[in-house]
């Protein structure tokens, strides 16, 4: 019967330390620094370049911001980029924006 109580008080333990560890360390792992603070809008005359998926970083398309539209928070979400081939248009998080002054 003795072995039977410990069985169960480890179990309690090992269940108590589960839950303490997905609750607290896994959310803190989760935690999103990088979204509370604020960056600067793209803006028309940037030089950014372009992410495709089906393609690798040596082949990205460099490009030049030509208008930019924004969302509902004022935000710009999209913007139409000029490259050597056409105008296309994509979302802000397909674009790398490069530090040309």
């Known amino acids: 019967m003795e072995n039977l109580e410990r069985w169960r008080r480890v ?3 090992k269940d108590q330390i589960w839950r303490r560890w997905s609750l607290e360390y896994i959310q803190e792992l989760q935690h999103r620094s990088h979204w509370t ?3 600067p ?13 089906n393609m690798p ?6 490009g030049r ?4 539209i924004p969302g509902g928070d004022n935000r710009v979400r999209v913007a139409d980029i000029r ?19």
């Open 83 to 101: 490259t050597t081939k056409e105008v296309c248009r994509r979302p802000i998080h397909k674009l790398a924006l490069l530090p040309v002054s």
């Open 65 to 68: 911001i030509v208008a930019a």
């Open 11 to 13: 179990c309690a333990i």
């Open 57 to 62: 970083p040596q082949r990205w398309n460099l």
């Open 41 to 53: 809008n793209v803006s028309v005359g940037d030089m950014v370049i372009v992410h495709e998926d």
């Open 37 to 39: 603070q604020a960056s």
